[in-house]
């Protein structure tokens, strides 16, 4: 049994990406670990902190893809990261004993700070706050003294950091008092946009779990296909399909995938029939998953109270752990 410790940017309605490369995760977890999961708000306002309109909407609305892809908060704790205070005490702390160097040196940042200073904007400066990222990350994780990370690959350079931080607490105050989380990552294959670039909001190439049928079916169609195919009759390439033929693999089983392949490479199967099905396929998938998000909608008083009985059940937890550190590390 781990201490399992994540969470998500409050970055709005999720999509499929985030489903496949770590919710489902997460619902696998659940059943025989004791699973935290929060909304990381602040690290939204890191970058987003100009534009805090729809802040309280983004949390929300992440709570309920969460509920409603399977996370059972009877199972896992769901908090929100701003409503635990004690994790920015801990933040003080390890930002302290973090070297400089080992900020600057994160890859995901790095990237972040390229596309921050692109914008041109008058706030495009990184601020203090961005510099920080993988301390308060660690603060996150160390907060409930996680042993186990579940996240998808582009956050395992922050874990590493994280699991540096803890050693030097450990050595600093000789102690053990603190796990070495591992991160845990999804085998899964990651799915691509529509437009066969990483799938993004910011890039308009997503499936949102919140879209309806229609609106799903409607983007499946649009998905790119193999370029050199301009006929029904034309013989296809299946794995210079860029996107729709990845899909069946990443939703189809065997047979079906087998079947698309050879209709495709005989030149029987249309694209847009193909697609046509593929569409009906992902619906399929998450049919039951968007009727719990509606439920959900309509009974906005439950999401509410998972977050608040999570919250203050996370903050129980915190208080005792940032006893132990203040004793730690010898504060008044
Ligand atoms: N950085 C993560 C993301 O962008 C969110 C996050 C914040 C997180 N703190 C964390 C993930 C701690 C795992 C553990 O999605
Ligand atoms: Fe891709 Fe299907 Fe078209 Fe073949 S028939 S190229 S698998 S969309």
Same mark, same amino acid.
């Given at each position: ?48 902190? #100009? ?112 699991? #540096? ?45 919140? #879209? ?121």
């Amino acid at each position: 049994m781990q201490r399992i410790v994540s969470g998500m940017r409050s970055t709005g309605r999720l999509h499929l990406g985030h489903y496949l490369g770590v919710i489902q995760n997460w619902v696998n977890l659940q059943n025989d670990n004791d699973c935290y999961f929060f909304v990381a708000d602040w690290h939204a306002l890191t970058t987003k902190y #100009d534009n805090t309109k729809d802040l309280r909407q983004d949390v929300i609305d992440v709570v309920i893809d969460w509920l409603a892809s399977g996370i059972n908060p009877e199972k896992s704790t769901i908090y929100v990261q701003s409503l635990i205070p004690e994790i920015a005490e801990l933040n003080i702390y390890l930002s302290m004993i973090t070297p400089q160097n080992w900020v600057e040196r994160d890859p995901t940042l790095k990237d972040m700070a390229k596309i921050l200073r692109n914008k041109e904007s008058a706030n495009s400066q990184i601020s203090y706050g961005l510099m920080g990222y993988p301390v308060l990350m660690s603060a996150d994780i160390m907060m409930l003294n996680a042993t186990a990370v579940p996240v998808g690959v582009d956050q395992v350079a922050h874990i590493e950091i994280t699991r #540096d931080i803890v050693r030097r607490f450990n050595n600093l105050y000789k102690t053990d008092f603190f796990n070495e989380p591992k991160p845990l990552l999804n085998h899964c294959s990651l799915i691509c946009g529509l437009d066969g670039n990483k799938m993004s909001k910011s890039y308009d190439n997503d499936i949102k779990i919140s #879209d309806s049928e229609e609106v799903t079916a409607k983007r499946i169609m649009s998905a790119i296909t193999d370029r050199s195919r301009i006929r029904r009759d034309d013989l296809g390439h299946p794995d210079q399909c860029e996107v729709a033929f990845k899909y069946w693999q990443i939703f189809g089983d065997e047979t079906q995938v087998d079947i698309v392949k050879s209709e495709c490479e005989k030149g029987t199967r249309g694209c847009a029939d193909c697609k046509r099905q593929l569409g009906a396929l992902v619906n399929e998938r998450f049919k039951e998953i968007r009727e719990r998000r509606r439920y959900y909608e309509a009974h906005l008083n439950e999401v509410h109270d998972v977050i608040r009985e999570g919250s203050e059940k996370t903050r129980a937890e915190a208080r005792k752990v940032l006893t132990e550190v203040r004793n730690i590390i010898g504060m008044y």
